[in-house]
């Protein structure tokens, strides 16, 4: 918010300094300002105004503006200071007359790194589900327009790790990745030149695959135990996964859902008379069970 | 003169003694112990209830009753945070249903208020005849109890440490759930328009979840907005599905082109525990005829549950959800004690109903 108003009080007074200034200069009659077509931002330079006497100089950037009295006839020097934002300048001179001339400011070499991975959490083995996006600045956070080439450095918990270098469009570099059939943290490191940044994307096991239970009678009850609950690429559901369970008999049906705990599922009915009892993780059934009371 | 002071003086006192009489309830008290029909003595009681004046209303009961004053009050005015404790009783009706010279046979049906909705409260109770008043015969209230033990329970936890306000633009975060409207029905009900279903937590973190659907005319243009409130199970651990059911009074099916859905995610701390079993569902009559799903909640783990929302999905022949109703149970779960549940399913849902499934929300004190 801050910086909204910050540019809007800046816009405000460039448009009201040049209707000024474009109201009362005499145009026609002041001297041409030799200034560099292209500089690079946070590197102060100096331009030479013609004439004697002393002058108003502005400059015009596109976050701030500076106004200061300037002896005509020397070089003129811009701080570095002031020039660090990237985008379109205007310089003004005004003496008896005034004389304006433009420059582009475009960013310096990249010195920062904004690294997006998403999403945090991925199911393994699902194609085109990572999605790394580095967005390229300077040390004045400028994006950089000019292309560079980064470097996505992939390191799985299990295996060995890859790369893969794309060469940034418009300040963005990106790419999209298959999630790898094991579950546990991969590390995804952005890398330009000696600038680094890691994030860390978590992939976990997808949907239960092969669902089983088997059965521990114990008088007229039952333990009903899952093996232990894998998705389709053998890795361990996480605890806390519910399963569910439900047994119908002569009394009705009774369902428990009941998370994982260490890999497995488990829980007890009691048991009247012939029963059928199922099992469901989510969306995906496993076996069913017929028994018969008394066991 | 002296006559006329002293019969002054004793017709006021009388008056006086009369009228705190009748302050202290002396008239109801005169009912209950007079009460020359079934009826009246049930209605005496009531308005005892009704008052929370419990040893007064156990005073009123018929000595044959098996229930003592702590049991009774127990019963009537809820205990462990249930959410009897935060209802009160609104209205009862009285219905007979059968009588003799010395006993009889009443329906109440009474009907208790709370924050959470109206629960109905329905029971046949006997009443005998002592002389030529009529007492109420209260049976003692069957709580189960368990036998002194130590519950171990290495319980699941989620905890979220999110991404520090302060840190840089793309800095690393936790995404939120991802979570999925398995099915989704519009059906008209007299009055409205009802949207129900089902949606599941895909990931493997809890999730506080809201499904909002919004009506959508033929133009494109919407015609209402509403979310799904307490139809549905807002906290979803990994893989667990809940159904939800959206109301829209007022809506003509007609009006409706389409439908928008929405189901927002939030990560949050949740625990696994406790784990609720819903045994011996079946769907029956009720007491007062109405197509009811039955059950009861076993509460497994070793904590009481305060106060428990039964949600029930039915589904037809195809397996498509054609109706999702709920029902607040106001009694608390003790742990291991199983606690009777029942909710009601309309007629024309009924006659329709293939298959049906139960989940439990549940509410528990943090300083239990």
């Known amino acids: 918010m801050r910086r909204i108003l910050e540019n809007g009080f800046a816009l405000f007074t460039r448009f009201t300094v040049l209707a000024l200034l474009c109201g009362s200069a005499n145009w026609a009659s002041a001297a041409e300002l030799q200034v560099p077509a292209v500089v690079e931002a946070g590197r102060g330079f100096s331009i030479s105004v013609d004439g004697s006497g002393q002058a108003t100089f502005y400059l015009v950037g596109p976050d701030h503006l500076v106004k200061r009295t300037v002896s005509l006839g020397g070089d003129l020097q811009i701080q570095s200071s002031d020039v660090r934002a990237a985008g379109r300048y205007q310089i003004i001179v005004c003496g008896s007359s005034c004389t304006s001339a433009t420059f582009e400011v475009k960013a310096a070499q990249p010195a920062h790194l904004s690294f997006f991975l998403h999403p945090s959490r991925v199911p393994v083995s699902s194609p085109d589900s990572i999605d790394a996006s580095a967005f390229v600045f300077d040390q004045y956070f400028n994006l950089v327009l000019t292309p560079a080439a980064v470097n996505f450095r992939i390191t799985p918990a299990s295996g060995t790790g890859f790369s893969r270098q794309v060469m940034t469009r418009r300040g963005v570099a990106w790419m999209r990745l298959n999630s790898t059939p094991h579950e546990g943290r991969v590390q995804v490191t952005a890398v330009l030149g000696n600038v680094e940044e890691a994030r860390v994307i978590q992939q976990v096991a997808a949907e239960a695959c092969g669902l089983r239970m088997k059965t521990v009678a114990s008088g007229n009850r039952v333990t009903l135990e899952t093996d232990p609950v894998r998705d389709c690429s053998g890795n361990t559901l996480p605890d806390g996964t519910i399963v569910s369970f439900t047994k119908i008999d002569k009394l009705g049906k009774s369902t428990v859902d009941t998370p994982i705990k260490k890999g497995i599922a488990r829980v007890q009915f009691s048991l009247h008379g012939r029963v059928q009892i199922s099992v469901a993780c989510g969306v995906v059934l496993g076996n069913e069970v017929a028994l018969n009371g008394g066991l | ?368």
């Not at chain 2, 409260?121 to 109890?145: E, H, L, Q, Y």
């Not at chain 2, 991802?178 to 519009?186: F, G, Q």
């Not at chain 2, 493997?204 to 979310?227: F, H, M, Q, R």
């Not at chain 2, 007062?288 to 783990?301: D, I």
């Open chain 2, 1 to 368: 003169m002296k006559w006329a002071l002293a019969a002054f003086l004793t017709i006021a006192t009388a008056v006086l003694v009369a009228f705190a009489w009748l302050q202290s309830g002396g008239l109801k008290q005169h009912a209950m112990f007079s009460a020359a029909t079934p009826e009246e003595a049930v209605q005496a009681l009531i308005s005892e209830i009704r008052a929370r004046d419990y040893p007064q209303a156990y005073a009123s009961l018929d000595r044959s009753s098996d229930t003592d004053l702590a049991s009774f009050t127990r019963e009537m005015a809820g205990s462990d945070g249930s959410l009897r404790t935060y209802s009160s009783l609104q209205t009862a009706e009285v219905s007979p249903l059968h009588a003799d010279q010395d006993q009889a046979l009443v329906r109440l049906r009474m009907n208790w208020s709370s924050a959470l909705g109206s629960l109905d409260d329905v029971r046949d109770i006997r009443v005998r005849r002592n002389g030529a008043i009529w007492r109420v015969v209260w049976p003692k209230p069957a709580f189960s109890t368990v036998p002194p033990q130590v519950v171990s329970v290495n319980y699941l936890r989620w905890d979220v440490l999110g991404r520090n306000t302060s840190q840089n633009w793309g800095a690393q975060d936790v995404d939120s759930p991802k979570v999925r409207i398995t099915s989704m029905n519009a059906i008209a009900r007299p009055g409205r328009v009802v949207i129900l279903g089902e949606v599941e937590n895909e990931d493997t973190v809890p999730a506080y979840l809201n499904v909002n659907a919004t009506l959508l005319k033929a133009d494109g243009s919407p015609i209402e907005e509403e979310g799904s409130f307490d139809l549905i199970s807002h906290v979803l651990l990994p893989k667990q599905v809940s159904p939800y059911r959206i109301d829209f009074p007022g809506v003509r099916m007609d009006a409706v082109k389409s439908v928008r859905m929405d189901a927002r995610a939030l990560l949050v701390p949740a625990s696994a525990d406790p784990v609720i079993a819903v045994t011996d569902q079946a769907v029956s009559k009720d007491g007062l005829n109405r197509t009811v799903l039955k059950g009861e909640l076993v509460n497994q783990s070793g904590r009481p549950v305060n106060i428990a929302q039964v949600l029930a999905a039915y589904y037809d022949n195809f397996g498509k959800v054609i109706w999702v109703s709920d029902g607040y149970v106001d009694q608390a779960l003790m742990p291991q004690v199983p606690v009777a549940f029942a909710v009601d399913i309309p007629d024309d849902i009924a006659g329709r109903l293939k298959n049906y499934r139960v989940i439990v929300n549940h509410y528990s004190r943090a300083s239990n």
